[in-house]
C-alpha cells in the first residue's frame, strides 16, 4: 500500500520509434514567424489557431493520419502550459494509438524551462486511482536532449509523493502508515529514522501526547536523518494531523470534510526531503512529524486544559481545533536543541490564511525578514507564489492566558498572525526559522493539478534550498 503511494511512474521515454509525433512549442511570436506556404501555416490561418498557452493544433498527412502537433506556450513557459498540451493530446487521441505512440519536443527552450517544460508533461499524467478499476494511458514523451532527467524526476516523484499522501483517506492514513512512508523514505535514501512513542512520548513531547491520545490510532514523533554530519543542518517539521476532528471543539462537517489533508504539512515536507536526498544537496537534513490524529473520545484533551510543554512552557488548551500549533510546538522545540543552519516548517494551519491569501498562496513567516522575502521572490520566479504575512509582536499579547504561561488561541481575527506567534514562543531567537500556511488542496482542478491533494510550496522550497546550499 505505502509502497505505491511513494511510486512515482513517469510518462518519460528514452527511445521515440518510427511513429513518434513531433510537439512544435510555439509562443504567439513564434507562431507569427512560421514560414508562410506550409501544410502547418494553411492549418493555422484556417482554424484561426492563436497559440494561447495550452492549446494544441494537430497536423495530418493526406491520408488523415496526425504526423504533427502544434502547440501553445507561454513566454516565459507556463508550468501547466505542458501539462494542458498533454492533456489535450490525451483528449484527442485514442488510448490504443496513444499507447503505441511517443511525442518528442521542438522547441529551442533549454536549461530551467526545459525542465518547467518536461515536469508540466509528466504532471499531466498524475492520478490519484488506487481505488478505481479503470486506468488512464497518459500520452509518452521522449526524453529532450540536454534536459537534466534527474532533477525533473526529483521534482516530479517528490510532488506525487507529496499528493498521494494527502489523497489517501484517513481511514488508510494515519499515524502508522504515515510513519510507514517516512521509513520507507529513509530506505531508499538510507537515512536514519528514530519513533518516539508510548511513555518517553508523553514525558518528552507532552503536547503531542496530549493531543493524540484521544485516538486509538497512537500519537508519535518521527525523526529522520539524512546526510553528511558536517554540511549545513536544515530541519523540516511538518504537521502530521492524519485527521482533524476538531476534537471536542468537534468541527461541522463541511469544514471536517477535507480533513484527511491535516497531514498536507508532512506530505510537503517529505516530498521536499525526497527531492532534496535525489539531488544530493550538500545538507544534513532532518525531518520531524508529530504524526497524531485529532480524535473524539474520554481520553480527548479538554478545552481549557493546562499541559506542558518540550519548552517547558505551561499551555491551556482553550481550542481543541487548534491542535497542530501545540504539536508543532513541541517538535520546533527538538529542533531548535540542536542549533539548526535553518529550521523550516510546513502546516494545514489555520483558516485565517485562506481567508487573508485565498488557497493558492500559502502565507509565509519568518523570524527573518529577508528569509521571507528571499524565499517568496524564489517562489514568484518557479510559479509557485508564497507570500509572507507579518509575525507581528503587537498581537502577541492575545495569548495570554489566566492560569497558564501561554494559550492556544488568540482573540482577533488574525488567526494566522496569532498561530504563528504561538509557534514562536518555542524557536529559539537565533534559529533562523520559517514557518509556511498552507492549504495543500486543489479546489477545482487543472491539467497537471487534479482536484485533491495539491503541492502549495513544494516546488519553491526545493528551489529555495537549492539556491541556498549549492552556491
Ligand atoms: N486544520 C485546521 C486548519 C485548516 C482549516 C486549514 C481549514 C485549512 C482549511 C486547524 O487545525 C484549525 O482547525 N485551525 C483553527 C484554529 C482556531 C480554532 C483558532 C482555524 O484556523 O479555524
Ligand atoms: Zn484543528
Ligand atoms: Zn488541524
Not at 488568540?410 to 534559529?431: D, K, N, R, V
Request: net charge positive; with cysteine; proline share 6%.
Amino acid at each position: 500500500m505505502i509502497e505505491k503511494l511513494l511510486t512515482a511512474p513517469h510518462p518519460f521515454a528514452n527511445t521515440a520509434g518510427k511513429d513518434a509525433v513531433p510537439v512544435l512549442l510555439l509562443d504567439s511570436k513564434a507562431l507569427k514567424a512560421q514560414k508562410t506556404g506550409t501544410m502547418e501555416t494553411a492549418r493555422i490561418k484556417d482554424t484561426g489557431f492563436t497559440a494561447r498557452p495550452g492549446t494544441i493544433l494537430p497536423i495530418y498527412n493526406n491520408r488523415g493520419h496526425i504526423v504533427k502537433i502544434l502547440a501553445g506556450i507561454a513566454s516565459p513557459i507556463g508550468i501547466y502550459d505542458l501539462a494542458s498540451v498533454a492533456d489535450a493530446i490525451t483528449r484527442a487521441i485514442a488510448p490504443a494509438n496513444l499507447k503505441a505512440r511517443v511525442f518528442t519536443l521542438e522547441t529551442e527552450l533549454k536549461g530551467d524551462a526545459l525542465e518547467t517544460a518536461c515536469l508540466g508533461w509528466a504532471l499531466a499524467s498524475y492520478r490519484y486511482d488506487f481505488y478505481k478499476k479503470d486506468a488512464a494511458t497518459p500520452a509518452r514523451l521522449l526524453w529532450p536532449k540536454g534536459v537534466d532527467k534527474k532533477r525533473v524526476l526529483a521534482m516530479f516523484e517528490g510532488i506525487v509523493a507529496l499528493r498521494n499522501l494527502v489523497n489517501t483517506p484517513a481511514n488508510d492514513m494515519g499515524p502508522d502508515e504515515l510513519e510507514d512512508a517516512a521509513r520507507l523514505l529513509a530506505k531508499r535514501f538510507e537515512a536514519k529514522i528514530a519513533v518516539v512513542k508510548g511513555k518517553p512520548l508523553e514525558s518528552g513531547f507532552p503536547l503531542i501526547h496530549a493531543v493524540g491520545i484521544s485516538s486509538p490510532r497512537a500519537p508519535r514523533l518521527i525523526d529522520l536523518q539524512w546526510g553528511n554530519a558536517k554540511h549545513p543542518k536544515l530541519t523540516l517539521v511538518g504537521k502530521g494531523v492524519c485527521f482533524d476532528t476538531g476534537g471536542l471543539n468537534l468541527k461541522p462537517g463541511a469544514f471536517m470534510l477535507q480533513m484527511k489533508k491535516d497531514m498536507g504539512g508532512s506530505a510537503h515536507a517529505l516530498g521536499v526531503a525526497l527531492a532534496i536526498m535525489a539531488l544530493k544537496l550538500p545538507v544534513r537534513l532532518r525531518v520531524l512529524i508529530p504524526a497524531v490524529e485529532n480524535s473524539v473520545s474520554g481520553t480527548s484533551f479538554r478545552p481549557r486544559d493546562v499541559y506542558n510543554s518540550r519548552k517547558g512552557l505551561t499551555v491551556e488548551t482553550s481550542d481543541t481545533d487548534a491542535e497542530g500549533r501545540l504539536v508543532l510546538a513541541d517538535a520546533l522545540t527538538l529542533a531548535c536543541e540542536e542549533k539548526p543552519d535553518l529550521v523550516l516548517d510546513c502546516a494545514t494551519l489555520t483558516g485565517s490564511a485562506r481567508a487573508a491569501l485565498g488557497y493558492d498562496i500559502p502565507a509565509v513567516f519568518s523570524n527573518n525578514e529577508k528569509l521571507a522575502q528571499d524565499l517568496s521572490a524564489t517562489a514568484l520566479g518557479v510559479q509557485d507564489p508564497l507570500w509572507p504575512l507579518p509575525l507581528w509582536q503587537g498581537y502577541k499579547k492575545e495569548l495570554a492566558s489566566d492560569i497558564a504561561d501561554l494559550n492556544n488561541i488568540g482573540t482577533s481575527p488574525a488567526g494566522a498572525i496569532t498561530a504563528a506567534l504561538f509557534l514562536e514562543h518555542f524557536i529559539e531567537p537565533s534559529t533562523p526559522w520559517v514557518h509556511i500556511d498552507m492549504y495543500a488542496w486543489e479546489q477545482t482542478g487543472k491539467p497537471g493539478r487534479p482536484r485533491g491533494g495539491a503541492d502549495t510550496g513544494m516546488r519553491a522550497v526545493v528551489k529555495f534550498l537549492e539556491d541556498r546550499y549549492l552556491k
